[in-house]
Structures are given as structure tokens and as C-alpha cells.
């Protein structure tokens, strides 16, 4: 355990060193790069161009640069711009192999576009190639206006970097096994006291094994370490172990005892077992001559529940039917009404109309008063003519030509007379018949008036009856289709129960015939028990004699 912890802290203090250098070299990195953009000239590092090795310009930059990476440990120091598909060198301060303006670079451009849109890349580790340990930084150069117009790339060198992890490692290594060889003497020194003190355990141990199992005696260690406080422990567990045996031998006689009452009533149990089997078998056939039963019923619900649908259908239609006589009965009573006063009213016109012509015909009694008048002037008349002619008697020849008038007036009174007469029979005919006419008429439009009337007022209640008598159907149908209705649902209600009934007699079939089958299982695992009852009385007197071998 000590070896590991040395090696584990070694490992932890190494990584924490290297992290911590490498973060140095990294910021060393970073100022050397920030120092060598500080020194050059953006404007006149935009405006070099191939072949301007030779310039005062180039020179002078390069000059500069050299200085910072002599000064600032830097491996390469260099320059670079890019026309937005390469990228190539511009200032190399590398002395053994300078590239010349325009000279391409081995790093693509899509790696540095960061840098060229002017954001600054550092290397967070340490890259080790055949040019040596080095961490780069590209930095972007930017002129007054703040315009990337070319790129530092600073390669800082790291190597000092490794070699003080290198002799870092080799101290440690050294360390850690300096640290090991002590932890393992120590250990061997630790190891030899605990071997001694097991040792002397170990002797009273097997003294206490080999006193017949003597439970009462104890361990007498006082060597004050953790040996004394391990005796200690072991005659509590002795002591434990003392009073589980003295459990264990009151309890196999218990065992005994009961083993016995579980043997007997295990007995009696499998007894009443099989009884409970055999009653369900009678009732798993109960059951299914019930099932059997319902399924009958069930059917017979159903065919009366269609019966009663039919009924219920037909006593809907019946409904309809009657509902539609009643409307026809009251419509026969609405055009009867309407007739009956129509016809009421057109015989009062026409027996209006009669007794007017009948007022009108009343004028031939004027007939009879003026014939009487023609008559009684025909009779002045007839007087009249009687004088003349005596008058034209008296006068002789001069009353001859009087005479002949006075003859044919009274000729004409005559014949007046005898047409008047004629006219006054007539007449007393004409009134005589228009009398007779008009009490036939009067008893005509009372026949009418009764005969439409009375003939319509029996119609009107009749269809009256027929409507009430309609009503009443349609009343009694449609209590009939609810009444039905009730019924239908009341069957339908009953041939779900039925079915559910039914369902639930066979699922309760089945579980007494599971029943059935679990008590028949139940009697064999009973059967088992007893079994194991027996070799647990075995076992139990077994234990017994050997918990009897210790002493308590």
C-alpha cells in the first residue's frame, strides 16, 4: 500500500510539473511572439515583394527579428502572407536554410484562415519533430488601420523545456524507489511482529481445539498491542459461539417436539385436503350442468328479446298508423265543419232569396184588386152605355150615331167583364199556386237546412268519435311501443346479466377445477412435507448429539 502511494504521488507531482512548464514555455511563447510584432513594420512588411532579399527594408526587419529570436530562445522566426489559396514565406531569419520571399509554406491556408482574419494561435502542447521540441504561435500583423497584412509565426524552443522534465522523471524515479526499498523494510519489520503475535494466537487456539471442545476457556494474551485487543475478540466470538450452542441444544429438543405435532397434524391436513378436493370436483360439475343451464335461458332471453323487438316494432309502426288515422279523423272533422257551415249559410241565402221572390210574388193579389176595379168600372161602364142608349132613344134620329157607340161600349164592358172575370179566376189561380209554392218552398228549405245540417252535425261527430276513438288507439299503441320499449331494455338487461352470469359460472368453473387441481397438488406437497418433517426429526436429533459433543 505504501509502494502505491509512493508511486501514485511521484505520477501526480511529475504531471502537475510538466503542466506547469509547458504553460511557462507556452506564455514565454506568446511574449517572445508579441515582442517580434512590436519590432517590425507592418506597412513595410506589406509592401515586400519577391526578390527584395537584398532591400534595406527586408534587412532591417530581418535584423529585428534575428535579435528577438537569439534573445527570446526562439528556434525559427518568420513571416507569412497568403493570396487566399497559399501561403507562402516572406522574412526567414533561419540561417542554415532561409527561404526566400515567396517561397511556399508547408501548412495549407484553410489551417491558418483564422489567423489571417486576425485571431492569434497558439500551440498548447509540445510538438516533437526532427527540428526538436517546439511550441509555434502564429500572430497576426496588422497595419495602422487594423488590417491583417501578413502573419508571425514564431516556432519558441522547448528543448530546455524536456531536458528539465527528463532529470525532473529521473529524480523522481529515483525517489520513488528509495521510497519503496524504505516502505518495503518497514513493512518486513511490521510483517515479523504480526507473524509473532499470530503465532502466539495460533498456539492457544489449537490448545483451545484440542480440549474436546471445551466453550468455557479463553485466550490470556497481555502483550498490550493489537494482538491482546485480537485475543480479546476471539473470546467474544467464543463466548457468542458458547451461548449459540446453548440455543442450538434447547432448541433441537424443541425441534423434536414439534416435529412431531407438525408430522401428525401434516396428517390430518392432507386429509381434509383430499375432502376439499373431491367437494370441488362436485362442485366444478355443478358448475358446469349450471353453465349449461344458463346457456339454455340464455337462449330463450334471446329469442323473447327478439319477440319483443318485433312487437316493439310493430307497435311503432301501429303508433304511426294511428297517429296518421287521427290526423285523417281530424281532417274529415275540420272539412265537415267547414262544409256544414257552408252549407248553413247558402240554404240561409237561399231561403232568403225564395222568401224575397215570394214578398215579390205577393203582387198578384194587386192583380185581383185591380181586376175587381176593372170589373166594378165595367159595371159604371155597362150603367154608362144603359144611358146612352136611353139618352139616344129619347133623341131620335139625331141619337142613332150615340146609340151605335153607346152599343159598342157597352159591348166593350162586356167583353172588359168577362176578361176581367177571366183575369180574377186566373189570378185567384196564380195566388192560389204562388201560396202553394212558397209554403213547398218554405217546407224544401227546411228539409235543406235540416236534413245538411243534421246530416253534417252527425258526420262532425262521428269523425269526432272516430278521432277520439283514433286518439285513444294512438294513445294505447304508444303506451304500448314504451311499455314494449321497457320490456325490450328490461331483456336486453337481463340477457346481459345472464351472459355475464354466465361468464362468471365458467370462470368460476375453472377456478374450482384449478382449485381441484391445486388441492390435489396441495396433498402431494403436504405428502412431501411429512416427508421432510421425518428427516428434519433426524436432522433435529442429529444436531442434538452433536451440539451434545461440546462443552457448555
Known amino acids: 500500500m505504501m509502494v502505491l502511494l509512493t508511486l501514485l504521488l511521484g505520477i501526480n507531482f511529475y504531471i502537475r510539473l510538466e503542466q506547469d512548464m509547458i504553460d511557462m514555455g507556452i506564455q514565454q511563447a506568446k511574449s517572445s511572439a508579441a515582442v517580434a510584432v512590436q519590432l517590425i513594420d507592418a506597412k513595410q512588411i506589406a509592401n515586400l515583394n519577391t526578390g527584395d532579399e537584398n532591400t534595406d527594408i527586408y534587412k532591417t526587419n530581418r535584423s529585428s527579428l534575428q535579435n528577438v529570436k537569439n534573445d527570446c530562445n526562439v528556434a525559427f522566426l518568420y513571416t507569412l502572407t497568403t493570396d487566399g489559396n497559399s501561403v507562402y514565406y516572406g522574412i ?6 532561409t527561404n526566400a520571399i515567396g517561397s511556399a509554406f508547408e501548412t495549407d491556408y484553410d489551417e491558418l484562415k483564422t489567423v489571417f482574419n486576425g485571431e492569434e494561435y497558439v500551440q498548447d502542447y509540445i510538438d516533437h519533430t526532427d527540428d526538436g521540441d517546439l511550441i509555434t504561435v502564429y500572430k497576426p500583423i496588422k497595419d495602422s488601420s487594423g488590417k491583417v497584412v501578413a502573419i508571425l509565426g514564431s516556432d519558441y524552443d522547448a528543448s530546455n523545456i524536456e531536458n528539465s522534465l527528463k532529470k ?12 519503496i526499498i524504505i516502505a518495503m523494510i518497514l513493512l518486513n519489520l511490521v510483517i515479523s511482529q504480526i507473524v509473532k503475535s499470530i503465532r502466539r494466537i495460533n498456539e492457544k487456539l489449537y490448545e483451545l481445539v484440542h480440549s474436546e471442545g471445551d466453550l468455557t476457556r479463553k485466550l490470556e494474551i497481555t502483550s498490550g498491542d493489537e494482538m ?15 451461548n449459540i450452542m446453548s440455543g442450538i441444544s434447547n432448541g433441537a429438543g424443541e425441534l423434536n417436539t414439534s416435529t412431531d ?14 375432502d376439499v378436493s373431491a367437494t370441488m370436483q ?4 355443478s358448475m358446469q350442468e349450471t353453465t349449461a343451464s344458463l346457456g339454455q335461458i340464455s337462449d330463450a332471453v334471446t329469442d323473447i328479446y327478439q319477440n319483443i323487438n318485433d312487437i316493439s316494432t310493430e307497435a311503432k309502426e301501429g303508433d304511426s298508423q294511428t297517429e296518421q288515422i287521427k290526423n285523417k279523423a281530424q281532417e274529415i272533422y275540420k272539412k265537415a265543419e267547414t262544409e256544414q257551415k257552408s252549407v248553413h ?3 240561409k241565402k237561399l231561403s232568403d232569396s225564395v222568401n224575397k221572390k215570394l214578398e215579390k210574388s205577393k203582387a198578384v193579389n194587386e192583380i185581383t184588386i185591380l181586376t175587381d176595379k176593372i170589373i166594378e168600372i165595367t159595371a159604371q161602364t155597362n150603367l154608362l152605355s144603359l144611358n146612352a142608349s136611353i139618352e139616344a132613344a129619347r133623341a131620335g134620329e ?23 172575370a177571366q183575369i180574377s179566376n186566373v189570378s185567384t189561380e196564380v195566388i192560389n199556386a204562388v201560396d202553394e ?19 253534417y252535425g252527425e258526420l262532425l261527430s262521428t269523425s269526432e268519435d272516430y278521432r277520439r276513438d283514433a286518439e285513444d288507439i294512438h294513445n294505447m299503441m304508444d303506451r304500448l311501443s314504451q311499455s314494449t320499449e321497457t320490456i325490450r331494455q328490461s331483456m336486453d338487461t337481463i340477457r346481459i346479466n345472464i351472459s355475464e352470469v354466465n361468464i362468471a359460472v365458467e370462470e368460476t368453473a375453472k377456478g374450482v377445477t384449478n382449485i381441484s387441481s391445486s388441492t390435489s397438488e396441495l396433498s402431494e406437497n403436504i405428502k412431501d412435507i411429512e416427508q421432510k418433517a421425518d428427516i428434519n426429526k433426524n436432522v433435529a436429533s442429529q444436531l442434538e448429539n452433536e451440539v451434545g459433543r461440546f462443552k457448555l
Open 398 to 420: 139625331a141619337g142613332k150615331g150615340f146609340a151605335v157607340v153607346a152599343d159598342e161600349i157597352g159591348k166593350l164592358a162586356a167583353d172588359s167583364g168577362e176578361a176581367a
Open 261 to 274: 405435532v407438525v408430522v401428525s397434524n401434516l396428517g390430518n391436513a392432507r386429509q381434509s385436503v383430499l
Open 168 to 179: 525532473s522523471r529521473i529524480r523522481i524515479i529515483q525517489i520513488g524507489i528509495l521510497g
Open 92 to 97: 526567414d531569419t533561419d540561417e542554415n536554410n
Open 282 to 285: 362436485q362442485m366444478s360439475a
Open 437 to 455: 209554392l212558397a209554403s213547398e218552398t218554405t217546407k224544401m228549405l227546411r228539409f235543406l237546412d235540416d236534413i245538411a245540417v243534421n246530416g
Open 345 to 347: 249559410e247558402n240554404t
Open 228 to 242: 491482546e485487543l485480537t485475543a480479546g475478540n476471539v473470546n467474544e466470538l467464543l463466548g457468542y459461539i458458547h
